[in-house]
Structures are given as C-alpha cells and as structure tokens.
C-alpha cells in the first residue's frame, strides 16, 4: 500500500484474486484463465505474513503473528475466490483445497462469546472486549471484523444461531456505544455503533439484513450513512477515500445496490437515491434503474420490477444487467413485504469439504504454581477430543478428552477435534510452564495496558518473546523507567543476572540506557551486583532481541531488583521526534 511514494506494508490478504475471480464471474475473460489461477495460487501459497501458520494450523494465532483474526478472515475469502475459479476451470483438486480453507474462519469464531477472536497458546485470546482495539485486528476491533465471511454468509448465520439471532447481533452492532477501548487507532471513524465507515471492512454490512429477510434495515442504515457520512465540503468524507472506495461505496448505493461478495457476480439490493441512472454497457445496451415517489420521507422499497415484470428478490445478478432493460423501485414511507420471502433473499456458502474448527483448550494461566487445572471444548458438541501430553501429534488413538484433569509441572498439551464421519480439526497447541510456588514480582512501574503481556506474572513466566512485538509476549513501559522486584521465595546462591528486552526502532521500542541488578536478602536493603549499559544505536533498525545478562560473583540473596533506565524521548532524525518511547522486556532470569 503506497503512501508518498513509499510501502507502508499496511494492507492484508491477496485481493488480486479477488478481482480475477470476479472479472471471471462477470464474463471477463480475455485472458489466460489456466495461468491465471497459477498465479493466484502462488500469492495463496507464500511463506509471508502469517500465511505459513494460516496454512498449518487453519489459522493464525495471535502469539504466531500479529492481526491474526483479520488475516485469517481476509485470507479464507481470498481462498474462496480462487476455489471458484478453479470449480469454474473443472479444477476439483484445487476446488476442494481452496474451498477447505475458505473455512478456516471457522476456527476463530468463539462460540462462547459470538465474536471472532485471537486464539493465543491454544486458548481464546484474554481478557477479551469487542470493543477493544489490539494487534489482533487490522485497524479494528472485534465488532467491525466479526461479520466479514463474505463467502460464507449462510454459515456465519448457523454458526451465531440463526436468522433471528444474526439479525439482533447486526442490531446490537449498530445501536452499541460509539467508543472504542485498547489502542488508539485514527482509521476507525465515521461511527454508527460500532459499524466503521471510515474504514473499508465495515462497508458491505448495512447490506447483510437482506440475508435474513430485512431489507427495510438495510435501507435505513443505507440512508443513514448516506446523510451523516458524506458531505459536499473539503472533508466530507467520514475516512481515508483509499484509492476510491468510500466514492464506489457511494455510487453503489446512490444506485441501488451493492456486490457483498466479490466473486459471485451478484448485487444485493438497497434502495436508489437518484430519481434516474443510466449505465451505458459495453455490449452497447443501457440498463436504467429508475425510483418512483421517491423522496426524503420515501425511504422504504414497495416494490421492485424488472423489466415491467414483478421482482420480488432482494438481489440482481450481474447477468440480468448485461441484457440491459429498466429496474424500477417503487418508493414508499414505511417497510414493507418486498423481499421478506426466504425464496428471495440472497445467499452465500461454502457447504462442501466440510471444516471441523479446532478445540480450545483452557485454563488459568500459561505459568502457574504447584498445579493448575486444564479443560477442553469445541464449538461443535458432537465432536469427540483427542490429546497427548508427550508432544506427539494427536489421532483418534490418543486418549479422548473426557473430563478436566489436573497437572503439575511443565507440559505441552496437543488436542484435535473429530467428528461422527471422523474428519479431523486442526492440531491445537498449548505450551505450559511450573513455576516455583514461592516465587513471585513486583512491578513499580506501570506497563501500557496494550501490551501486558499477561500481566505482572509475564516477567517470571519463562515465556520468551520472539521479533514481533504485536504478538502478546513483550511487556511495554512508554515515557517511563522500569523498576521491578522479584522476591524468589528463599536465599538462593546466585552466579548470573540478566533481562530480555527488545528494539524495534521504527515503532517507538528503544533499548533502555542501561540496565541495574540489584540483590537483597530482607527486601529493604538492596546492594547493586551489576549495570550493563547499552551499547545498540537507536537508530539501528529492525527488530533486535537482547539478553541485557552479566556474570556475578556468587553470593547468596532472595530478592533481585531490576532498573532499567528510560531511553528519552524519540530522537529528532526519527518519523515520531519528541514522542515517548518504549522499553520492551519479556523476562527477569537468573542463575
């Protein structure tokens, strides 16, 4: 995605694929179809931006790489046009492929909660908001990304519990409070609830009530945002035009209609604004679509004909257009019947090669004392779980899941879910760690909320960090120094004393100046054993790890002090100068 001439790496998914299944889909075909589909084959099968977890574990967890519920959502779709090209080009082997993984949003969606959510070490992502703005999502919380299965909305609907149960969650959506929590995020504007028009993946769900018989909602919503979100002044726009999608959103709708799901040649109805349009085909016909009694109280569709025939559908195909003729909308001041009939409303599915969602696993905390109890669930309650406790990948002649068990040291637990025709899920993974029972820290600074890591715990919770800050395993202190003190329970003989931090210039994380160790055996008075200063330039890019670790001559303390010494404000040569940067540490060890 440029900006000034310059990547800014920002936007997700392979959307090329999109618009080559589409122009496929509306007869576009000029072009070689066979190598086409290599080629958007090869952009599904690349090793970057998640997509190698994506492809393993049928989704990206968010400690794998960050925005992992949005990549995951943006890749399936993605999938999904490229298996229909394929189906289209009698590729069965790559349908069926592709069409699996145009499913994977199954995994992410938390049954428990009705969201799509980030998955982290085996479990659901916590605590959890859908409101909140994180590295989960990609310039959106889980309201604006929960209703983008655009290739599967019938699915989506099952999943959340029907016709009635999908239509209150759209409802809930846009009457929910406007503000958001978490990471402030500039894209998320032009608020109606928690629908974002401003930002683009918002932008085909005012038209999702046609998919439960509720046009009428759809036309509300519609002139809502026609009336409050665009404006003819300097800024009358509620977001980023990006490249002509909010003016196509708006031409669409001023039309009457709107493609939901690129790929399928169809347009979901909503309701024109315009008294007349005239679209000149390059097959040299015109198709008019006309509004009667239309006026600012007229908001409601009556009833549609094409062609002077009786249309009771709630959608047109992009077929029906090319033959060119006359939509004509017959305007009214309150809902009506027109497009209410199940027979009538439009829909989408991915119903074959059937995808079981990967079980989660629970518990209280990744690190825990003396023991910790472990349960597992799936979203779908017919399935029978599989795990093991030895690493081994599980089978159905693992031992079955039946009740919560108890462990009490360090473990890696693996688990599947499989179904009554014995189609397996995804492997699920948790990673576990013992730590002493005595052992414990003391935090006297305070870390940023968005990256807590888990908590205070995360400095003694032998879980390293890895080159992606986004991903939930750093803790980050902004503008201030870190002071920090972890009492290990008892005297203990002590040779070697150290701390994990990162650097990663360009998003504000700087190596703090120095770092001091402190020991003590009563908590009260500390003697310093060590300082290490750093000696990594600020203005050396990428992503550094460091283990800020020195020798000490063994001796004997219960209690290690950490200071680690803020690097100052952001430097003048830096995109962000005079802004407060951040230290990241992931861990306090010792030897």
Known sequence: WELAANETYCMIGYHSVSVIADAWAKGIRNFDSNLALEAMKVSAEKDHYGLDAYRKYGHIAGDMYHEGVSKTLEYAYNDWCISMMAKQLKKQEDFDYFNTRAQ??????????????ARMNGTWFSPFSPYEVNFNYTEANAWQYSFYVPQDISGMMDIMGGPIAFEQKLDSMFNAATQTTGREQADITGLIGQYAHGNEPSHHMAYLYNFVGRPH???????????????????????????????????FSAMGFYPVTPGIGDYILGRPFLDSVKINLDNNKKFIIKAKNLSKENIYVASVTL?????????????DILQGGELVFEMTNKPSGWGTTPANFPSTKTNENDVIPAP????????FRESTLISMSSANSHCKLYYTTDESEPDTSSKEYTNPFKIDHDIVIKAIAVDSNGIKSPVNTCKLNLIPKERSVKILSKYSPQYAAGGDFALIDRVRGGNNFRTGTWQGYQGTDLTAIVDL?????????????????SPWILFPEEVTFYISSDGKKFKEVATIKNTTPKNQYGSIIK???????????????????????????????GGDSFIFIDEIFFE
């Open 489 to 505: 329970g008892k005297i203990t003989s002590l040779k070697k004393i150290g701390a994990g931090f990162l650097q990663d210039t």
């Open 307 to 319: 062609n002077g025939k009786d249309y009771p559908k709630s959608y047109i195909t992009h077929k």
């Open 547 to 577: 283990d800020f670790y020195q020798d000490i001559d063994p001796q004997k303390a219960r209690y290690i002090k950490l200071f680690a010494k803020y690097p100052g404000t952001l430097p003048i040569w830096h995109q962000g100068a």
């Open 104 to 117: 994977s949003w199954k995994h992410i969606f938390d049954n428990t909660t009705g969201f799509m959510r």
């Open 360 to 367: 989660y696993i629970v518990f209280n905390s990744r690190a």
């Open 217 to 251: 909602k759809t036309q509300e919503i519609v002139t809502r945002i026609m009336n409050e979100m665009y404006h003819n002044t300097p800024d009358g726009l509620c977001g980023n035009e990006d490249c002509g999608q909010m003016s196509a959103w708006y031409v």
